[in-house]
């Protein structure tokens, strides 16, 4: 990463066309339903390979206009609200879900045990069981796990048995295979002292029938998954997933081949819906719409999802149709572009008390921003999913900052600290695609060492939100 002042001067001319754009915007008179200018840096309309044109800023718009934008802060804050609302106004009903189809669910009623765990005495270990002092007399017949209950034992008498079979009535102990020998008459003698109860697991050790073993509001993670399984489920309650449409705009995109002719290719519609899935969402649909405004009406009103996610379109260009879509239908606009880059021209719509509509930038990483500014508050209060805890970490390197908004940077985790990468542009995914976290970086820059929020990745933290199916 470069410090300030040693920027490259791709960089340096990309911030200076944010800068010039973020004091532009449409109908500064209309409050929310502004622009946030023509197809800036951070993916007006679905220039998803940093394509699209910059139209010039409108000279009689007010200075302070970047100002109407909300802070990042408050846009995630009003994401997870308007989540909450939703969640109210639905009052979804919980789902019985096949353990094979639960991870990452939000368990919506308690986890209490079917059975006794163990549900009878076992072995904990490959071995004999035997009964009062040795000697033992071993009986040629052994027990195997899953058979039937083994006959007793009586004093003076062992058996083979494998770990997880049923203990005989009357068993002392188990001996480890390792810890006896036998004698030239076929007599089992202990290598050192047994006692009694040793390696056996008794009934209900784990758990009793009826105890809780998880609250409402636990993750499926995969070991909830075995504990379900072993403790009698085949279904688990939980909170359904959010139903997601998403619909990439932009007649310039290429679904294969090279980019050719002004042409270019669509990253999004590729990328979305597995980031989705990872967020806790049920993607139902994929949708080209092109640049067709009434396509683009009919997709948004004909909808049944819980959110819709568009890419691209969310400026003020000629061809830019989310808002004018939004101001058809009667949409209420709850946030109208964030002080953030890349993404500044994102935006979070209720369309009903229970859908709304997150508006991504066109350019890749400024889609990225808005999915994690946006989308994951919302999916993830839906979903009924904990918030991760906030953390933060140094960074090694200086980070150059926007004067207003905060910067979302990809950054590589190393041992301790940050590592901040290259290939930070809005129109770029060659950085968050080896990056581990995006770090939140605010207004004004942050210097080496300084220390910075992160947002993870969901592949990137090893949990359970790597659900891309």
Not at 71 to 77: G, I, S, V, Y
Not at 83 to 101: E, N, S
Not at 263 to 272: F, Q, S, V
Request: glycine share 12%; charged share 20%.
């Amino acid at each position: 990463m470069t410090s300030p002042g040693t920027r490259a001067d791709a960089d340096a001319e990309d911030l200076d066309v944010e800068e010039a754009l973020a004091l532009v915007r449409e109908n500064p008179g209309h409050g929310s339903h502004g622009s946030h200018g023509r197809r800036d840096g951070h993916g007006g309309h679905g220039g998803h390979g940093g394509h699209g044109g910059q139209g010039a800023p409108t000279p009689h718009h007010p200075a302070d206009a970047r100002h109407q934008a909300t802070p990042w802060p408050e846009a995630r804050a009003t994401a997870e609200r308007a989540a909450r609302t939703a969640a109210r106004a639905a009052r979804r009903t919980p789902v019985a879900v096949p353990l094979d189809a639960a991870l990452g669910l939000t368990l919506a009623a308690p986890l209490a045990a079917l059975t006794d765990l163990p549900s009878f005495d076992t072995s904990a270990m490959d071995g004999w069981a035997v009964a009062g002092p040795g000697p033992w007399a071993v009986r040629d017949e052994g027990v195997l796990a899953g058979h039937a209950a083994p006959a007793p034992l009586i004093d003076g008498e062992a058996v083979r048995i494998a770990t997880g079979a049923r203990i005989p009535p009357d068993t002392t102990a188990v001996l480890r295979t390792e810890h006896g020998r036998s004698d030239e008459r076929g007599r089992l003698h202990p290598t050192r002292e047994v006692v009694h109860g040793q390696d056996i697991r008794p009934r209900g050790q784990e758990c009793r029938s009826g105890d809780q073993l998880l609250p409402v509001g636990a993750l499926a993670t995969p070991a909830v998954l075995g504990l379900a399984a072993a403790a009698g489920y085949d279904t688990l309650t939980a909170v359904p997933r959010p139903r997601v449409d998403v619909l990439v705009l932009g007649d310039e995109l290429l679904t294969q081949g090279l980019p050719h002719d002004g042409l270019i290719r669509d990253a999004l519609g590729p990328m979305l819906p597995p980031w989705l899935r990872a967020l806790g969402a049920e993607v139902r649909t994929v949708r080209r719409i092109g640049d067709d405004a009434k396509a683009l009406h009919r997709a948004v009103t004909t909808s049944e999802a819980d959110l819709i996610v568009t890419t691209g379109g969310t400026a003020a260009g000629p061809v830019d149709h989310v808002h004018p879509t939004l101001r058809r239908i009667g949409a209420e606009l709850l946030v109208d572009g964030v002080k953030a880059r890349p993404g500044h021209p994102m935006l979070l719509a209720r369309l009903k008390d229970d859908q709304h509509l997150v508006g991504l930038p066109g350019n890749p990483l400024a889609a990225v921003s808005g999915l994690l500014t946006l989308a994951e508050p919302l999916l993830r209060t839906l979903a009924a999913r904990p918030a991760p805890e906030p953390y933060t970490l140094p960074l090694r390197d200086a980070v150059h900052g926007h004067p207003y908004d905060t910067r979302l940077v990809p950054v590589v985790l190393r041992g301790e600290g940050a590592v901040p990468l290259h290939y930070n542009g809005p129109a770029m995914l060659r950085g968050i695609a080896a990056a581990d976290a995006l770090a939140v970086v605010p207004p004004g820059g942050a210097r080496s060492g300084q220390e910075a929020e992160l947002l993870d990745l969901p592949w990137a933290t090893g949990g359970i939100g790597v659900c891309f199916t």
